[in-house]
């Protein structure tokens, strides 16, 4: 392989990684909710004001967890 090749292959590798670490947050956050939330809520104070790419999946992720909070508890 060539650097210009080894360079596409470690980006796509990363990407692939990125998004299976994001599968499995999401399925965490199905399966335990509770642990998830409070991950989230240990988080500095001010996190969502940030501008960046993961403030968007913590987001997505509480909402998940919030979610599968309400449909453990049946409403």
Same mark, same amino acid.
């Given at each position: 392989m060539t650097p210009k /090749?080894? &360079?596409v292959? !470690?980006? *796509? $590798? /990363?990407l692939k990684h &990125?998004?299976? !670490?994001a599968r499995r947050l999401f399925e965490k956050a199905e399966e335990n909710p509770e *642990?998830? *939330? !409070?991950?989230?809520?240990?988080?500095p104070k001010g996190w969502? $004001? *940030?501008? /960046?790419e993961e403030v968007l999946v913590l987001i997505r992720l509480r909402?998940?967890?919030l979610a !599968?909070? &309400?449909a453990k508890e049946g409403g």
């Amino acid at each position: 392989m060539t650097p210009k /090749d080894d &360079r596409v292959h !470690a980006f *796509l $590798t /990363d990407l692939k990684h &990125r998004r299976e !670490a994001a599968r499995r947050l999401f399925e965490k956050a199905e399966e335990n909710p509770e *642990l998830v *939330l !409070a991950y989230i809520e240990a988080l500095p104070k001010g996190w969502e $004001t *940030l501008e /960046d790419e993961e403030v968007l999946v913590l987001i997505r992720l509480r909402k998940a967890a919030l979610a !599968a909070l &309400r449909a453990k508890e049946g409403g």
